[in-house]
């Protein structure tokens, strides 16, 4: 089943000022060339990942941990029984660490009421799918056998939004316990961008440039080409997985690839509903912005309502 919601209100006037500070601030620089990109990339590699803020840790519990060698943060609440578990893979282009705007989204998925497990994986260029994936599996796997009658949501932006397709369907093919649901947030679905509205969609994209994410996708994709199902999930199938929501925005160039798995849903039979919101830009729900947090209740009721805790 194909459902498609658009949200067509207009961009508060907050946001817009903050777009006006993207642009001045050149955010998008980041991704402008492989050289610029790797260079950056590995310049924010060696501060490292931002561990959970103090407001994070005042008013939540939080757990460090390490799960299959990876740096791993649990947090819930300090008052509520969680009754599920979401697996956040952040995202970042593969190449940049988790930032301190996470931690925003995920004091809000707490409240579902709901563990949020938020993974430190490698990044690439040292590390590639081939590497990562396993260690992102034996998480779900601890998870699953630490709380066996909690479900378990995949949840992740950007790179880590097609990182929780490819671990939907790697552990439908391995028979292994399926998640309540997979929720991707600007997934980066194709990593060659070859879709040719993307190139239109660029000047109007105030995080992302096509030179520096192909780059990107190349090394995340290691010896495999980045067209690989394992790199960009919309060239694999997703039959029998279970119910899929994407969250997209207008002003990114990741969304054309939104339009081909439609297409692929229609053809595998997958439930997957798409949750369109044309005035936003790469990854809002993280920022301090009106819509960011509107969006981010809203994916705490969505988690509620795929794993049965209502």
């Given at each position: 089943?194909?459902?498609?919601?658009?949200?067509?209100?207009s961009?508060?006037?907050?946001?817009?000022?903050?777009l006006?500070?993207?642009?001045?601030?050149?955010?998008?620089?980041?991704?402008?060339g492989?050289?610029?990109?790797l260079?950056?990339a590995?310049?924010?590699?060696?501060?490292?990942?931002?561990a959970?803020?103090?407001?994070?840790?005042?008013?939540?519990?939080?757990e460090?941990?390490?799960?299959?060698?990876?740096?791993v943060?649990?947090?819930?609440?300090?008052?509520?029984?969680?009754?599920?578990?979401?697996?956040?893979?952040?995202?970042?282009?593969?190449?940049?660490?988790?930032?301190a705007?996470y931690?925003?989204?995920?004091?809000a998925?707490?409240?579902s009421?709901?563990e949020?497990?938020?993974?430190?994986y490698?990044?690439?260029?040292?590390?590639?799918?081939?590497?990562?994936?396993?260690?992102?599996?034996?998480?779900?796997?601890?998870?699953?056998?630490?709380?066996?009658?909690?479900?378990?949501?995949?949840?992740?932006?950007?790179?880590?939004?097609?990182?929780?397709?490819t671990?939907g369907?790697?552990?439908?093919?391995?028979?292994?316990?399926?998640?309540?649901?997979v929720?991707?947030?600007?997934?980066?679905?194709?990593?060659?961008?070859?879709d040719?509205e993307?190139g239109?969609?660029?000047?109007?994209?105030?995080?992302l440039a096509?030179s520096?994410?192909?780059?990107?996708?190349?090394?995340?994709?290691?010896?495999?080409?980045?067209?690989?199902?394992?790199?960009?999930?919309?060239?694999?199938?997703?039959?029998?997985?279970?119910?899929?929501?994407?969250?997209?925005?207008?002003?990114?160039i990741?969304?054309p690839?939104?339009?081909?798995?439609?297409?692929?849903?229609?053809?595998?039979?997958?439930?997957?509903?798409?949750?369109?919101v044309?005035?936003?830009?790469?990854?809002?729900?993280?920022?301090?912005?009106?819509?960011?947090?509107?969006?981010?209740?809203?994916?705490?009721?969505?988690?509620?309502?795929?794993?049965?805790?209502i």
């Amino acid at each position: 089943m194909i459902r498609w919601d658009t949200d067509r209100r207009s961009m508060s006037l907050y946001t817009r000022a903050y777009l006006v500070g993207m642009r001045l601030r050149r955010d998008k620089q980041a991704f402008e060339g492989a050289e610029h990109t790797l260079s950056n990339a590995r310049e924010l590699q060696r501060h490292g990942d931002s561990a959970p803020t103090r407001l994070t840790r005042l008013l939540f519990r939080v757990e460090d941990d390490e799960v299959a060698g990876m740096v791993v943060w649990k947090v819930r609440s300090r008052l509520r029984r969680p009754k599920a578990s979401v697996i956040y893979v952040h995202g970042g282009g593969y190449v940049h660490p988790l930032t301190a705007d996470y931690w925003r989204l995920v004091r809000a998925l707490t409240m579902s009421p709901a563990e949020v497990i938020v993974l430190a994986y490698p990044l690439a260029p040292d590390a590639t799918i081939d590497d990562v994936l396993p260690p992102l599996l034996d998480v779900h796997t601890a998870t699953v056998r630490a709380h066996p009658g909690r479900s378990v949501v995949l949840m992740g932006d950007s790179a880590g939004g097609a990182l929780v397709l490819t671990m939907g369907r790697r552990l439908r093919d391995l028979e292994q316990p399926a998640p309540a649901a997979v929720v991707a947030l600007s997934p980066w679905l194709d990593a060659t961008l070859a879709d040719p509205e993307v190139g239109d969609l660029e000047p109007t994209d105030p995080m992302l440039a096509e030179s520096g994410l192909r780059a990107a996708g190349r090394w995340w994709a290691g010896f495999r080409s980045p067209d690989d199902p394992l790199v960009s999930p919309v060239n694999g199938s997703l039959e029998g997985l279970p119910r899929v929501d994407v969250y997209i925005g207008d002003r990114d160039i990741l969304r054309p690839a939104v339009d081909t798995l439609v297409e692929l849903a229609k053809r595998d039979g997958a439930d997957l509903h798409v949750h369109e919101v044309p005035a936003m830009f790469h990854v809002w729900m993280t920022r301090a912005i009106p819509e960011g947090r509107r969006t981010r209740h809203e994916l705490a009721r969505l988690v509620r309502r795929r794993a049965g805790s209502i």
